[in-house]
């Protein structure tokens, strides 16, 4: 069975940083690209940058250029969101999604397995 864990939201303060991990198991980890994706209340989900599987990145929303950073850990089958200078318009739940194609993409129906989100609040 295929499992995709978001993992690593909470409460912080603008300006203030948030890891997020992406923890995976029961698949070829290495093999997938990983999405990471956002959605925030009474708005559509939003697909923020992905990571393909050899490493190749691609931002997807401007607003979090230069602020957040993706990165993966093949030997753990993890992928990590790093979010910097959080803002208050950055508060969602964050879900992370895995592609067998292994390219990055932002066609959300492309993506084969879904996590369950984690919160993230960035007070003001």
């Known amino acids: 069975e295929v499992q995709l864990q978001a993992s690593g939201g909470g409460l912080v303060q603008a300006g203030g940083s948030l890891k997020l991990s992406c923890s995976a198991s029961?698949?070829?980890?290495?093999?997938?690209?990983i999405g990471w994706f956002r959605q925030a209340p009474g708005k559509e989900r939003e697909e923020l940058l992905c990571?393909?599987?050899?490493?190749?990145?691609?931002y997807y929303e401007d607003s979090v250029k230069g602020r957040f950073t993706i990165s993966r850990d093949n030997a753990k089958n993890t992928v990590y969101l790093q979010m910097n200078s959080l803002k208050p318009e950055d508060t969602a739940v964050y879900y992370c999604?895995?592609?067998?194609?292994?390219?990055?993409?932002?066609?959300?129906?492309?993506?084969?397995?879904w996590g369950q989100g984690t919160q993230v609040t960035v007070s003001s």
């Open positions: 999604a895995a592609d067998r194609l292994g390219y990055v993409t932002r066609v959300p129906a492309e993506y084969d397995y």
């Open positions: 029961g698949l070829t980890f290495d093999e997938y690209a």
């Open positions: 990571i393909s599987s050899s490493d190749g990145i691609r």
